[in-house]
């Protein structure tokens, strides 16, 4: 059977709560082996931490504070995010970055938890999982100010051009995280995809939102991840299992799993 990690999975969502066992069943037969949980704010955090408790060797959490978390408190809630990470518990930073889609309100003070945490993770040697929404340019200004730094990880749900998906990787070790919008109707995405290599891609969901064609709309899980892969190795003209192996590699170096 292939081998997949979903690289981007928020398994501790609500929407799970009543079949979490049937989801991880499901996902360990379509031969998910490994899920990462990024992490939003504090008020997510005990969820996560509960789950990541009860599927050992399966959903390793991250740590971070997300950009539409950032309001008011931020202060606080970036301090918790600093003292949580000092336990070894967790196989990222992230997921960080800004979001100016959402609301531009709080941007400066997003610009300074990315950074903080950009730090953070060079700091610790972890990954970064980077979100970013309109917001393109402030993002390239903040990985321009943190080069000195030691950053490695991924744009997930990256949406961007070829020239994007470029100048991001001459920022260091930098992939992609392709999820189900590359099975839309009309995503640039697979324009991307046909010119960038497989080393630069990470398989993700970000489940329970953004399930691929033929459940778009509906709720996403891990176990979907089958259907990227699919997509991806028919754009690339290669085997699903070229697909598989080569991302899933990627994967492990990524997060040391
Ligand atoms: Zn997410």
């Known amino acids: 059977m292939l081998k997949y990690i979903d690289t981007h999975s928020h398994l501790y969502d609500s929407d799970f709560e009543i079949d979490i066992a049937e989801v991880t069943e499901r996902s360990k037969c379509n031969g998910i082996f490994k899920v990462v949980m990024p992490s939003v704010d504090s008020t997510t955090h005990p969820a996560m931490m509960n789950l990541a408790g009860s599927l050992p060797g399966f959903a ?88 000195e730094m030691n950053i490695r990880g991924v744009f997930h749900a990256f949406s961007g051009s070829y020239e994007t998906a470029c100048r991001i990787f001459s920022y260091g070790n930098f992939k ?31 489940s329970p939102w953004l399930s691929p064609v033929p459940y778009r709309g509906k709720r996403n899980e891990p176990s979907y991840i089958t259907l990227i892969a699919e997509k991806i190795a028919q754009i690339k003209g290669c085997s699903i299992e070229e697909v598989a192996q080569i991302t899933t590699l990627n994967a492990g170096q990524m997060f040391k799993l």
């Open 176 to 206: 992609l995280g392709i999820g189900g919008v590359i099975t839309f109707k009309n995503s640039n995405l697979p324009k991307v995809i046909e010119k960038a290599g497989l080393d630069k891609i990470l398989l993700e969901t970000d």
């Open 60 to 147: 390793f959490p991250a740590i971070g504070l997300h950009p539409t978390s950032v309001k008011d408190n931020w202060r606080q809630e970036l301090d918790f995010v600093i003292d949580s990470a000092d336990k070894n518990t967790y196989v990222a930073v992230g997921e960080i970055g800004l979001d100016g889609y959402w609301s531009k309100e709080f941007m400066n003070e997003q610009i300074t938890v990315f950074e903080e945490q950009l730090r953070l993770a060079s700091e610790r040697d972890l990954p970064v999982i980077i979100h970013s929404r309109d917001a393109t340019e402030e993002i390239f200004n903040s990985l321009e100010r943190c080069k």
